[in-house]
């Protein structure tokens, strides 16, 4: 909204930053950021006063049992400084800008109706049931995977990491809308298994943020500059995604306003889930941001880089696949706990080094994926 009130002003004085995507990146980042920060500490008195708290299930980790009553559903800011700040910033004309914000609402309203029920012990499992959960996802995802492969003709090549383009092949459509709305609700089922310990599932979020705002940037970016050739100013133009030697993707440099607003907000939201947290996110958060990550992914083609940016996401998603099926098979556990941040629990680390150590692990995973670019 801002963007396009400001922009027919571009041309006066300094007012001229308004037509550089990084300037807006860093007026989101620094918006999301800043109304986060000032807003939670009302909201979680807010949440305690409406006895929103969270409940501690009883065959999880006995020093879990003291978090009981500790404000629930923080991620719902979250989404308000996110979804806010990319209306204001982003060009709303851009059609993958409207396809990650529908995923990111559809996904944390999804997610605030069963942290709701939860809450309110409706239902007999007390909320949403595993397959109603999958089934919306499922039909939210397709939905915005078929527009984008019937209406919007997106490129259905899946392209390798760490080499040239070249390297991509050609998927069918039906089979690259199916992949597509499988990596849209993986990835949020997947940092919704990692929300279990106090700041554990936000970092990763936040540098997955990063990196795909990087290759954003790089895929939809091309700059303009004037260079004087024997006394003539001639229009040159640099191309990000020619130079690295990635997919190039009209529009898709837009979506860098987002990762800089999730960014942002995620900063905000740490600040107080830091351990040991003063508010949870909940499923209103968890399953949002992961379908944003996901939507992410595909928008920017690095579909098969995800599982390096989103690693951890995919070691906890695999230890309760893993756990599940050795106890179905086998009638034996892997890990004492699923997903595996428990584990490491009832091993006896002490939950900051569990969180740091996972933090540490999504860092080094970052720059192996942006390692990826000079690479190729």
Request: aromatic share 12%.
């Amino acid at each position: 909204m801002l963007f396009h009130l400001l922009f027919q002003l571009r041309d006066l004085g300094p007012l001229r930053v308004f037509r550089y995507t990084s300037f807006r990146v860093l007026a989101a980042t620094a918006t999301a950021l800043l109304v986060a920060l000032v807003l939670y500490p009302w909201f979680i008195r807010r949440l305690r006063r409406e006895q929103i708290g969270e409940s501690i299930r009883e065959d999880g980790p006995q020093t879990h049992q003291v978090k009981a009553g500790t404000p629930t559903m923080g991620g719902a800011l979250i989404l308000f400084a996110l979804v806010g700040t990319t209306l204001l910033w982003a060009d709303l004309t851009n059609p993958y800008t409207w396809l990650v914000l529908v995923i990111t609402v559809c996904f944390g309203a999804l997610g605030f109706i069963d942290d709701y029920m939860k809450l309110k012990k409706i239902g007999k499992k007390r909320g949403l049931s595993a397959m109603s959960k999958l089934l919306v996802q499922l039909l939210v995802a397709a939905a915005v995977a078929g527009y984008l492969v019937w209406v919007e003709g997106f490129d259905t090549r899946l392209y390798l990491p760490f080499v040239p383009i070249k390297f991509g092949w050609l998927l069918p459509a039906l089979i690259y809308f199916l992949f597509v709305t499988l990596v849209v609700v993986v990835t949020s089922n997947a940092v919704n298994l990692t929300d279990g310990l106090d700041g554990l599932a936000i970092v990763p979020v936040i540098i997955s943020g990063g990196v795909f705002l990087v290759l954003a940037y790089g895929a939809g970016t091309v700059l303009s500059y004037t260079e004087t050739v024997g006394g003539v100013e001639v229009l040159r133009k640099f191309d990000f995604a020619a130079y690295l030697r990635i997919p190039s993707i009209r529009g898709a440099g837009e979506l860098a306003i987002f990762c800089g607003a999730m960014v942002g907000a995620g900063i905000g939201f740490l600040w107080y889930n830091t351990y040991p947290a003063s508010v949870f996110m909940g499923d209103v958060g968890s399953l949002a941001l992961g379908g944003a990550l996901g939507m992410l992914a595909v928008l920017t083609k690095n579909e098969l880089l995800l599982p390096i940016v989103g690693g951890i996401f995919v070691l906890e998603a695999i230890s309760v696949i893993t756990q599940t099926t050795s106890y179905k098979l086998t009638g034996k556990r892997v890990f004492r706990m699923a997903p595996i941040h428990h584990h490491f629990e009832l091993k006896g680390w002490k939950e900051p080094k569990i969180i740091v150590r996972f933090w540490i692990v999504s860092m080094m995973l970052a720059i192996v994926a942006l390692a990826s670019l000079k690479l190729r």
